[in-house]
C-alpha cells in the first residue's frame, strides 16, 4: 500500500529554505514610477504632520482663555490667515482673525469656530466664544504622526497612498527591490509556437504554458522574459539552462521534469543544480521540482507540471511565492473565502483547486460558482474563471452552502 502524500505544507516548508534572503539589489525610483514595487526601507516621517496648527475649516481663530462669560460677544477681526498665507501680526486680548481650512493658526490663538456659528462683517465677528471647546477644529502639530515614525514598513507593496504620503514629506524616490530577472521555459519536442504553423503537425501542439508562465511573471511584479522550448535532448537543455543562470535571479520552466525516459530537464538539472522532486496532496499538480544551481546564490529553479492547468495552478502556489520572496514582498496574503453554490467532485484526502468565478448577493456575500469543466488540460476554464477555490483534503464531498477559501493571485 501506497504511504499518503505529504499535504501542500510541507512542501513549502522545503521550498521556503531556498527563498531565506532571496531579495535582490535596492534601486531608487521615482515616486511618480513606485507603485506596485516592494518598499525596500522602512517609510520613515521625516517631520511632524501637521507641520504647524491649522485650521480645520473655515471660520475664525480666537483665543479661548480670552472669555469667561456665557453668551455673544463682538469681537474685532484684525485679519486674515490662507493657507500658504499666514496671519503674522499681535492678536490683542479679545480679538479674532478670520481663517481659511489649513491656514496655520495665529500664534497664541488656540480655537476656531465655523463661519456659519457666526455673524460677521469684514472689521468685526458675533458669536458665543464658551459654545466651542478649547482647541475646538484645530489640528495639532504632530497629531497624525512624529518625525522619525515608521509610517510604512519595508517589504509592502507601494500603492499610490504610500507614494502620495512620500510626496507629501518632499520624498522624490523611494528605495525599492530591483524586480527580479525571471527566465521562462517550456518544455518538450511536441511544441511548437503560436504562428509557426498554420495547422500544427501530427502529434504536435502549440506552446501555451510559456506565454502563460510569463504574464503571470509579470502580473507578479517580474522583469520576465520568455526563453523558448527546452528540446528533449539533454546536452542542448544543459547547454541552454547553464547560459541562462548567467542573466537570471529565477529560471521557470513546464514539463519535463517527470520520471519519462524522454524527460530530460530533471535529469539535467541533476548535474547543474541542487534540486528537490517533491509531491504533495493537491490536485491539479501534486509534482514540482525547485532547487538553485551550483555556482552561486542565484539563479533559483522551478520546475512546474506541464498539464496547462497544473502548469497555472502550480505558477500561482510555487512561481507566485518565490517572486515575492525576490522582490522583497513580506505582507501576508489576504484570506477571502466565499459560499460554494454548487457540488464539485473532489477526494478525501487531497486538496483540490477549483476553477470558478465569483458573485455576490444584496448583502454583499462572497458565493463561488465551480465552472463546470476542471480537466488539468483544457483552457477553457482558465479563460474564464476569475478565482480558484480550494477544497480541504478532509472534505469528502463539498455540496452547495459550503464555505470555502479562495487561493490568493494578485
Request: with cysteine; glycine share 10%; aromatic share 6%.
Amino acid at each position: 500500500m501506497k504511504s499518503p502524500l505529504p499535504p501542500l505544507e510541507d512542501v513549502l516548508e522545503h521550498f521556503d529554505r531556498y527563498l531565506v534572503d532571496a531579495a535582490g539589489a535596492v534601486e531608487l525610483v521615482s515616486i511618480w514610477e513606485s507603485v506596485g514595487r516592494i518598499l525596500a526601507h522602512d517609510l520613515v516621517a521625516t517631520e511632524d504632520f501637521p507641520l504647524f496648527n491649522n485650521s480645520a475649516m473655515d471660520g475664525f481663530a480666537f483665543r479661548h482663555a480670552d472669555f469667561t462669560e456665557e453668551g455673544d460677544v463682538t469681537c474685532p477681526v484684525v485679519g486674515i490667515a490662507t493657507a500658504g498665507h499666514p496671519f503674522e501680526g499681535e492678536v490683542p486680548v479679545g480679538g479674532a482673525v478670520r481663517i481659511m481650512t489649513g491656514a496655520p493658526m495665529p500664534v497664541g490663538l488656540d480655537t476656531m469656530i465655523q463661519i456659519e456659528k457666526t455673524q460677521n462683517t469684514e472689521t468685526e465677528v458675533t458669536f458665543d466664544p464658551l459654545s466651542m471647546k478649547a482647541g475646538a477644529n484645530v489640528r495639532l502639530k504632530g497629531e497624525i504622526y512624529k518625525e522619525n515614525d515608521v509610517l510604512v514598513k519595508a517589504g509592502t507593496r507601494i500603492n499610490e497612498g504610500t507614494a502620495t504620503l512620500a510626496a507629501s514629506m518632499g520624498l522624490p524616490t523611494l528605495s525599492v527591490y530591483a524586480r527580479p530577472r525571471v527566465g521562462v521555459f517550456a518544455s518538450g519536442d511536441e511544441l511548437i509556437e503560436p504562428g509557426s504553423e498554420t495547422n500544427p503537425p501530427n502529434g504536435k501542439i502549440f506552446n501555451s504554458n510559456g506565454i502563460l508562465m510569463h504574464l503571470l511573471a509579470q502580473r507578479w511584479g517580474a522583469d520576465a522574459t520568455y526563453l523558448g522550448i527546452l528540446p528533449d535532448d539533454p546536452d542542448a537543455v544543459k547547454q541552454i539552462l547553464a547560459d541562462a543562470t548567467v542573466n537570471f535571479d529565477l529560471i521557470v520552466s513546464s514539463g519535463g521534469v517527470g520520471p519519462g525516459d524522454k524527460d530530460f530537464t530533471g535529469s539535467v538539472l541533476a548535474e547543474l543544480a541542487t534540486v528537490e522532486h517533491r509531491h504533495s496532496a493537491m490536485r491539479p499538480g501534486k509534482a514540482v521540482v525547485f532547487g538553485r544551481f551550483n555556482d552561486g546564490i542565484r539563479p533559483f529553479f522551478i520546475g512546474l507540471p506541464g498539464n496547462p492547468i497544473a502548469t497555472a495552478v502550480t505558477a500561482k502556489i510555487y512561481l507566485r511565492r518565490a517572486i515575492r520572496a525576490l522582490s522583497g514582498h513580506t505582507e501576508a496574503d489576504p484570506v477571502r473565502h466565499a459560499t460554494l453554490t454548487a457540488r464539485v467532485r473532489t477526494r478525501l484526502g487531497r486538496r483540490d483547486f477549483i476553477a470558478g468565478t465569483l458573485s455576490t448577493n444584496e448583502s454583499g456575500e462572497l458565493f463561488f460558482n465551480p465552472m463546470s469543466g476542471q480537466s488539468s488540460t483544457s483552457l477553457v476554464s482558465l479563460a474564464h474563471q476569475t478565482v480558484t477555490g480550494i477544497i480541504p483534503e478532509a472534505v469528502e464531498k463539498p455540496e452547495a452552502g459550503l464555505v470555502i477559501k479562495l487561493l490568493p493571485e494578485d
